[in-house]
Every structure is written in structure tokens, then in C-alpha cells.
């Protein structure tokens, strides 16, 4: 076999050992497509297959980036950017984004990134990866660290998430141990200058191999399990990190009440009295942020993207603005603890103005509303607590009797996005509403029911100890059949699955509760009132769709009147539909609701709160801390030689005593294991000393070991030209390490 075949052969192997790592990379996608919901996962995993094959022709690194860098260029347009290219609109969007993301990042508030963004993120983070797995087991031939934080990352995801890596670990240890094989195969033949004959080790490994591996796996696979032996380590990690974060060591990020990430709800929340923002107003209501459509069974996601266009006034009506009262004035000063770009505002708005805000982009679809700045992006945040936000805003009248009177068709946009329910949602759901709306004729009847029918059973608003739902198990029906306690996010989740489960459109709703009045500032002419809004107060509730009418608030939450919701002339109301003793308005009438309710339970505060325990961290969170993490261990195995010369270096500037030198010189002898240099038992210092220099092409060793010699054998040896000495053990260590 000539040179040329033999290398051809070696790159072969390496290659195909390169391709199964692909493989492997696969499993890290796969959990966080489970638990996210990729929008477009079909993109990252044809990116990530462009990638790898880029790595497989060794082109020059200018040449491979650039490449990269172009696909993903062309995916970011062609997927999230209109056309024409370098229109009027598609050079707002990249303002936007530009604007957007760079605030975020200066407020280090991760998940405000927009979608965009966070597709660049994770298109550059596979580019690195198939650099990176491309240096490891091409290059080095060192594929043991990757297999095993492969093996640590599914572990984790199926230990603390909704991820059940049942068959990926199968498939895992059988494409690692044909890595393992190969890499091992290719290093003794490099090693040992050994001929390869394929054919051969084909037949008398690999093909016995894959039939172990099948058996094994099949056996694994369908054999019957025992059950667990030890405990599930989760609820003990999130007892620790409740007290860890009780003690209010947490860090800024996981002290924000409002999160935009709800893809896994549940689990017991914690108080945080920090204001976020004030807000002068005559009246008391809820200041709403965005509303999300669709439900997975675990929580609440968008269905599409953001479709941001510029706010003028009036753009966004949830109700029909003839509904509304007379026009009326409110002032939000955001404070220096707020952590969202996003604006709060009271419904009905109409105009909004801020002294540094350029203009605002709103969604209609989620109403949400975002400030935009051109020139002093990089201070935002600074520039939004430091100048108040002045609203003007017809606050809707709507009464009771016109919600009764409600008719009409649904437009068919409504119904496709506000009735959308999981495959998996249990039929008892669907029986349980039916029964609760029995005997109701109108929409505003049925929807009242439900609301009501928190408030009338045995349900208890409670925010500890609450537990997620079991890997295959309905949030929803979760809390309605068997827990019947929660806070905010269960009450709101829970109608609007039972709304829809009738066929009335509902959404989910995030932002905050009224808030505390602190101050009032009413003069002869006007009333007016100061209140502090803290992270405590971070809320959710529900809209329902009534046709001519628009999207009306309802508030399901035990403790929560839902009466500053929404201003009505009728304040005249049946007993049937508001029952005052049993939702109070207050912070005391909650207290003793719910020693009522449960005589042997301690007084449970009404506040909102403000971090879910170690189970529910954003996915975001986690993601970036482990691919963070990958990148430092793969940084430090790409130039773990380097770090290890400026250590040993640093360590040793000088050899000041012969007993300094005495160590150096013994540390030298194990790094020379580096180079499969090991001195062996019968062999004197002077015959090691040869044979290093002779492998290293040096005459280093050789001074170092006759001074050491006589270091060891004169009793009155002292070091001399320690500065030549130096030079020559510092000359030698960058000469192991290169």
C-alpha cells in the first residue's frame, strides 16, 4: 500500500467518523425542539448538514466562514425580511431588529431578543459547532469529551424537562461506541505507522459489532424496566434553589416577574415587592402587555412571529372605540428596576408619546407595543425610566346588557387562531365545559359561567407547592381534576381552554394589576391618582372575542374582582354573575377567603410573584449556559496546550533555590508523558535525557538532567547562570506543548 492510499484511507475514516458526530449533534436539537417549539427546525438541521459538508472539503478557514456567513444571510432574509431587498420596509425591520436586540443585549435581558435574532444566535452556534467538531475528530482525534457532554446534555434535558430521551440514549451510546471504535483504529494505526486494510477490519469488527450493538439495543429497548431505585432529584433541587432564591441571592435576571417565555407553566412562585413602574391615572384598571394563541398542553406559545408595523393613534382597538368613555390622560414613569422594553397601557389607548422615543412598532395580532429609538439606542432602558410615558386613551364602556346582546358571525381569522386546542387535551375537558355552560344561551352567559365556576367550586388560589404536570399530562386538566389549587397563570389557562372547548374565542393575557394607590392627587376639577406597580403584580387573565364588540376582559383568578377590568355605566348586577364575598378586592379579603377555605393553611399573600423554582428557568436560560459551556470546553481542548504553557510558566519565572528547580525538573519528567516519553525503571537519568532530545530534536534535556545530576548527588551543589538555566526549561516546555 503506497503513502498516498494509506492517507486517503485515514481521511476517509475520519470523515465518516466526522458525519456520525453529525449524528450525535442531532440529539441536542431534538430536546430543544421539544420543549421550544422551533418554528423552523427543518432550516437548523438543513444548516447544520450545509455546515458539516462545508468542513468535509477542507477549504481555507476565510473561505469556509464566508460561506457560512452567506448561508445564513440568505436564510435570515428569505425566512424573516420582506422584499424587495433594501426597500423603505425592509430597512425599518433591520432598524427594529438592530434597535431591539441591542438594548436587550445591554440590559443583559436575554429573552427580549426577537425571533430573528435568536435564528442568527443559533445558525452562528451550529456554524461553531461543525468548526469545532471538525478540529476534535479530524484534526486531533479526540472524540471521548464530545460523546460525554452529549451524554451530560440529554441526561439533564431528560431529567429537569418534559424531554424523554428513552430511545436517544439507545442511539447515542450505539453511534459513540462506532465513533469510539473508529477513532481508537485510526490513532494505533497512525501511532504505530501500521498499514490499513479496510476490508479486513470491516469485516472482523464493524460487521460483528453492528450485530451486538442491535442485539444489545433491542434487548435494552424492549426489556421490562425495574422501577427507579433512587429518588427523582428534582423536587429536592428545586427545594434548594427555593430557599437558595428565598434568601434573595438570585440574580437580577430571575427576579423579573414578566417574562415574555410561558412554554412550560406551573410549579410555586415567589414574592417580589420591587416596583417597576408608577402611574398616574383617574382610574384603576389593568395595564396589559401582549396575549398569546396558541396552547401545547404545557403552556402558551405565538403561533407565527411578531408583524410589527409603526403605531399611529388609534391603530390598536381591542374593543370597538365606540364603546369607549370621554378621553382621559395617564402618565407611566418605568423605574430603573424594570427589565422589559415592552409598553404597559390601559385598554382603549389611543396615543402614546415618550420625550426620547422616536416612534412605536405594535403587533396586532398580540398587541403588543414596542419603543423605538435611532439615536440613542444603547442608553434605552436608562432613557425609559428617566422620562415618563404620556397616554391619552378612551377607556371602554361597555354594559353588561350589550355583552348579552352579542351576535353575530366569527370572522373566520378569529376562529382559526382563537380556537385552536391540543389533539391531547383529554375528552373530560371538553365534557366538563359543556356541563358548566348547560342551560346558558348567550355567549356572555356561557363565558360568565365559567368564569364563575372557579369561584364556586373547590378551588383555592395558592402559590406554593404547586406541582408541574407529569411527562404526558394536560396543565389544564391537571389543575381542574385533580391539584384545583394554583394562582393566575391556572385560573387564566383553564378558561380559556374551557371557552374554547364550547367554541367561544379566547386568548391568554400577560401584563399587570392595578396596583397599589399610594397617593392621591385629585384637585377640584380632576381626579387623580398615583400607583405603584410592583413586580408582585404581574398578572395574567383572559379576552373573549364578542362579535361588533371586540376582545372584552375576564378575570377567572380567585382573589382577583376583576372589576377595574372594565368600566361599565350598568354598576347594577345580578347576584349571578358577581358575588362580592366571594371574589374580594383586597389584599385582607383574600387573607380571610382563604382561611375559609382551608382553616389549617397559614394566610396566603394575593400578590403576584415573581421567579418559578429550578424547573421552570426559561429554556433560553439553559440553553445559553450549556452552549456557553461547550464553547469554553471546546476552546479549552482546542488550545488546552497554550493554557498549559502559560500556567507551568507562570508558575515557575525563575528558579530561586535548588529545591525550586529540584520540582521543576520532576514536573518535566510527567510532562514528557505528553509525548509517550516515560523513563523506565532501568533506565539511567542520562540514557532518559538522550532519548528525549533525540525525539525533540533538542540538546535541552540533556543540560537540564547533568545539572540536576549533580543537584542531587553533590550535597554542596549551588545553582549557577539560573538565567540560562531558565531559558533552557522554559525553551523546552513550549518545545513539548507546540
Not at 371602554?396 to 389533539?423: M, R, T
Request: hydrophobic share 40%; with cysteine; aromatic share 16%.
Amino acid at each position: 500500500m503506497t503513502d498516498n492510499q494509506r492517507t486517503t484511507q485515514i481521511k476517509v475514516l475520519s470523515r465518516v467518523s466526522y458525519v456520525l458526530s453529525l449524528l450525535l449533534f442531532f440529539e441536542w436539537i431534538r430536546p430543544l425542539d421539544q420543549i421550544v417549539g422551533f418554528d423552523h427546525l427543518n432550516l437548523f438541521i438543513l444548516f447544520a448538514i450545509f455546515s458539516f459538508g462545508v468542513m468535509l472539503f477542507n477549504l481555507p478557514s476565510w473561505a469556509a466562514v464566508l460561506i457560512k456567513s452567506t448561508a445564513i444571510l440568505l436564510i435570515v432574509h428569505f425566512t424573516f425580511l420582506p422584499r424587495p431587498v433594501f426597500s423603505n420596509h425592509w430597512w425599518s425591520l433591520i432598524q427594529f431588529e438592530f434597535q431591539k436586540n441591542t438594548t436587550a443585549i445591554l440590559a443583559r435581558n436575554w429573552f427580549q431578543f426577537t425571533e430573528t435574532f435568536q435564528t442568527i444566535i443559533f445558525l452562528v452556534i451550529i456554524a461553531l459547532v461543525s468548526y469545532l467538531l471538525y478540529f476534535w475528530f479530524v484534526t486531533m482525534k479526540r472524540v471521548f469529551v464530545y460523546i460525554c457532554l452529549t451524554l451530560v446534555y440529554v441526561t439533564v434535558m431528560d431529567t429537569f424537562t418534559v424531554y424523554q430521551a428513552n430511545r436517544s440514549i439507545i442511539w447515542i451510546v450505539g453511534i459513540s461506541v462506532f465513533i469510539l471504535v473508529i477513532n481508537h483504529y485510526l490513532r494505533k494505526t497512525i501511532d504505530k505507522q501500521l498499514p490499513i486494510h479496510f476490508s479486513s477490519w470491516l469485516f472482523r469488527t464493524i460487521t460483528p459489532l453492528i450485530f451486538i450493538m442491535l442485539t444489545i439495543g433491542s434487548i435494552s429497548y424492549f426489556a421490562p424496566k425495574a422501577d427507579p431505585i433512587w429518588p427523582d432529584p428534582v423536587p429536592f433541587v428545586t427545594q434548594v434553589s427555593e430557599r437558595f432564591t428565598g434568601n434573595g441571592k438570585t440574580s437580577e435576571l430571575g427576579r423579573s416577574a414578566y417574562s415574555p417565555d410561558d412554554s412550560q407553566l406551573g410549579g410555586s412562585l415567589m414574592m417580589d415587592d420591587t416596583a417597576v413602574f408608577y402611574a398616574e391615572t383617574p382610574l384603576e384598571h389593568y395595564w396589559r402587555i401582549e396575549s398569546k394563541d396558541h396552547y401545547t398542553g404545557r403552556g402558551w406559545q405565538r403561533d407565527t412571529g411578531l408583524n410589527t408595523q409603526r403605531y399611529h393613534e388609534g391603530d390598536l382597538q381591542l374593543i370597538e372605540p365606540w364603546l369607549g368613555n370621554d378621553l382621559t390622560s395617564a402618565t407611566v414613569e418605568y423605574t430603573e428596576r424594570v427589565n422589559f422594553l415592552n409598553l404597559v397601557y390601559p385598554y382603549g389607548l389611543w396615543e402614546v408619546n415618550h420625550e426620547e422615543v422616536d416612534f412605536f412598532d405594535y403587533d396586532a395580532a398580540t398587541g403588543e407595543i414596542n419603543p423605538t429609538f435611532s439615536e440613542h439606542v444603547f442608553s434605552a432602558f436608562e432613557l425609559l425610566y428617566n422620562h415618563p410615558f404620556e397616554m391619552t386613551y378612551y377607556y371602554p364602556s361597555v354594559s353588561y346588557q350589550q355583552l348579552k346582546d352579542a351576535g353575530g358571525a366569527i370572522p373566520h381569522e378569529i376562529a382559526s387562531n382563537y380556537l385552536q386546542l391540543p389533539d391531547t387535551l383529554p375528552d373530560r375537558v371538553f365534557q366538563l365545559a359543556a356541563d358548566i355552560i348547560d342551560g346558558k344561551e348567550t355567549q356572555y352567559d356561557q363565558t360568565v359561567a365559567i368564569e364563575r365556576y372557579f369561584s364556586r367550586g373547590n378551588f383555592k388560589y395558592q402559590i406554593e407547592d404547586v406541582p408541574y404536570p407529569a411527562e404526558g399530562q394536560d396543565y389544564v386538566d391537571q389543575f381542574l381534576f385533580e391539584t384545583q389549587y394554583g394562582y393566575c397563570d391556572n385560573f387564566s389557562t383553564s378558561m380559556v381552554v374551557l371557552l374554547r372547548a364550547v367554541g367561544i374565542p379566547a386568548r391568554w393575557v400577560k401584563g399587570f394589576s392595578s396596583g397599589e394607590q399610594i397617593e392621591d392627587l385629585s384637585t377640584v376639577d380632576q381626579e387623580l391618582y398615583r400607583y405603584e406597580i410592583k413586580n408582585s403584580n404581574a398578572h395574567s387573565w383572559v379576552e373573549v372575542y364578542f362579535p361588533q364588540i371586540g376582545w372584552i376582559p375576564f378575570e377567572p383568578t380567585i382573589g382577583f374582582s376583576g372589576s377595574d377590568m372594565l368600566y361599565s355605566e350598568n354598576k347594577q348586577v345580578d347576584d349571578q354573575y358577581v358575588d362580592k364575598q366571594e371574589q374580594p378586592r383586597t389584599e385582607e379579603d383574600h387573607d380571610m377567603l382563604q382561611e375559609e377555605q382551608a382553616l389549617d393553611q397559614e394566610p396566603i399573600d394575593n400578590d403576584r410573584t415573581t421567579r418559578r423554582s429550578l424547573g421552570n428557568f426559561s429554556i433560553w436560560f439553559w440553553l445559553t449556559g450549556i452552549i456557553v459551556s461547550v464553547l469554553i470546553v471546546g476552546l479549552i481542548a482546542i488550545k488546552w496546550k497554550q493554557f498549559l504553557t502559560k500556567i507551568i510558566l507562570s508558575y515557575w519565572s525563575n528558579f530561586e533555590s535548588n529545591r525550586e528547580f529540584e520540582t521543576a525538573y520532576l514536573g518535566l519528567v510527567k510532562l514528557l508523558r505528553l509525548h509517550k516519553l516515560k523513563r523506565r525503571p532501568d533506565q539511567t537519568l542520562d540514557s532518559f535525557a538522550r532519548e528525549v532530545d533525540e525525539t525533540l530534536q533538542t540538546e535541552l534535556m540533556t543540560r537540564l538532567t547533568n545539572t540536576y545530576t549533580q543537584l542531587i548527588y553533590r550535597k554542596d551543589f549551588q545553582l549557577e547562570n539560573k538565567s540560562d538555566l531558565y531559558d533552557d526549561y522554559q525553551a523546552l516546555i513550549k518545545r513539548i506543548l507546540t
